[in-house]
């Protein structure tokens, strides 16, 4: 994070949970990597949050990674996570991509700041992963990078969508057992928690900021066949109030944001789709209705390209 005491804008990355519709996400962040003159996104962001499926990319994105990387891996590990129907099913696969994309990395392999947000089940409020010191409200002395837990540990847990996913339970480097859910049900859009970061705990005058916050766009949701809703409404919780509940804090969080740091330079993407065939939800499979969602974040980003040369170096 050397930017911090630079006179140089510093730029923000902020991406949104949304389970599949995460290649919307990626279709955005290619549009504006390939902007970067060959640069790649943790070089010109020096903090990047991200919750659920945001916190995959995210913690990505500040290991270095490139968005053509993300999008393989994506293309490889999404669907094998989204077409199981139990949540033991859901939690193995996405297990087993924690496992291959981070290792047992720590929060001190990250070459960005970086927020990851969860939500602490028995306490009912927010616990986010940090990896740099400067972004510590509390107490800096007692500050420990990711609370000694794992990247993989801690991005499982940002997308354990309860009850589609098992809650994720983590022990912290004080040997705390943690029960944790998905990050969405506190702060599925984290733009607020990162603007308050970078004001609040690293001290940088809002004049500097330069705020991309990313969404997974709006869509109608799928009709399925009559077999298929029977299975899910019998043996499984209503994805919709999942979603709706993921959008409230979305959309809570965007206007609180817009109220509190209007001073705050913040560029939102995330459109809605209204068009049947746009229908969708987290749990999409086919790759072919998941490329199209890649597609349009492409063309989300390339209609804000004049208000984007705001943003970028």
Same mark, same amino acid.
């Given at each position: ?5 630079s006179?140089q804008?510093?730029?923000i ?5 949304g389970g599949?519709?995460g290649?919307? $996400?990626l279709?955005? *962040?290619?549009e ?11 070089e010109?962001?020096p *903090?990047v949050f991200?919750?659920s $499926?945001?916190?995959?990319i995210?913690a990505?994105?500040?290991?270095g990674?490139?968005?053509?990387h ?7 590990h999404?669907?094998?996570i989204?077409?199981?129907k139990?949540?033991? @099913?859901?939690?193995t696969?996405l $297990?087993k991509?924690?496992?291959e994309?981070f290792?047992?990395k720590?929060?001190d392999a /990250? ?12 306490? @009912?409020?927010?616990?986010i992963? +940090? ?9 800096r ?6 609370f000694?837990? $794992?990247?993989? @540990?801690?991005?499982e847990a940002?997308c354990?969508?309860y009850p589609?996913f098992n ?5 912290t ?6 029960e *944790? ?6 702060a599925?859009?984290p733009?607020l928690?990162a603007i308050a ?6 001290q ?5 900021? =330069? ?9 109608p949701?799928?009709k ?5 809703k029977?299975?899910w409404l019998?043996?499984?919780p209503s994805?919709?109030? *999942? ?6 804090s ?8 817009a109220?509190? /740091? +209007?001073?705050?330079k913040?560029l939102r993407?995330?459109n809605?789709?209204?068009s049947p065939e746009?229908?969708t939800d987290l749990?999409?499979a ?9 597609? =349009?974040g492409v063309e989300?980003?390339?209609?804000l390209?004049t208000a984007l040369?705001?943003?970028?170096p």
């Amino acid at each position: 994070m050397g930017q911090i005491y630079s006179d140089q804008p510093f730029r923000i990355l902020s991406l949104d949970g949304g389970g599949a519709k995460g290649f919307y $996400t990626l279709g955005v *962040l290619r549009e504006i990597e390939s902007k970067l003159g060959g640069k790649r996104l943790s070089e010109v962001f020096p *903090l990047v949050f991200g919750t659920s $499926t945001g916190a995959i990319i995210a913690a990505l994105i500040a290991l270095g990674f490139t968005v053509e990387h993300i999008y393989a891996l994506y293309r490889d590990h999404v669907p094998r996570i989204a077409r199981p129907k139990t949540p033991k @099913e859901k939690s193995t696969a996405l $297990t087993k991509l924690a496992a291959e994309v981070f290792a047992d990395k720590k929060f001190d392999a /990250f070459v960005t700041g970086i927020g990851i947000v969860t939500t602490r089940w028995v306490e @009912e409020r927010p616990m986010i992963f +940090k990896a740099s010191i400067q972004q510590a409200h509390g107490s800096r002395p007692s500050f420990q990078p990711g609370f000694g837990c $794992t990247i993989a @540990e801690a991005v499982e847990a940002s997308c354990a969508a309860y009850p589609f996913f098992n809650r994720k339970t983590v022990t912290t480097v004080n040997g705390d057992h943690v029960e *944790l859910i998905d990050g969405g049900y506190c702060a599925n859009n984290p733009t607020l928690y990162a603007i308050a970061d970078a004001l609040i705990a690293m001290q940088l005058s809002p004049d500097r900021l =330069r705020v991309i916050s990313i969404g997974v766009g709006t869509y109608p949701e799928p009709k399925r066949a009559l077999w298929e809703k029977s299975w899910w409404l019998s043996r499984m919780p209503s994805v919709q109030l *999942l979603q709706k509940t993921m959008e409230i804090s979305t959309q809570s969080l965007e206007q609180l944001r817009a109220i509190l /740091f +209007k001073h705050v330079k913040t560029l939102r993407i995330s459109n809605a789709y209204t068009s049947p065939e746009m229908a969708t939800d987290l749990f999409e499979a086919d790759m072919q209705k998941l490329n199209i969602l890649r597609q =349009r974040g492409v063309e989300s980003a390339q209609k804000l390209e004049t208000a984007l040369q705001d943003f970028l170096p």
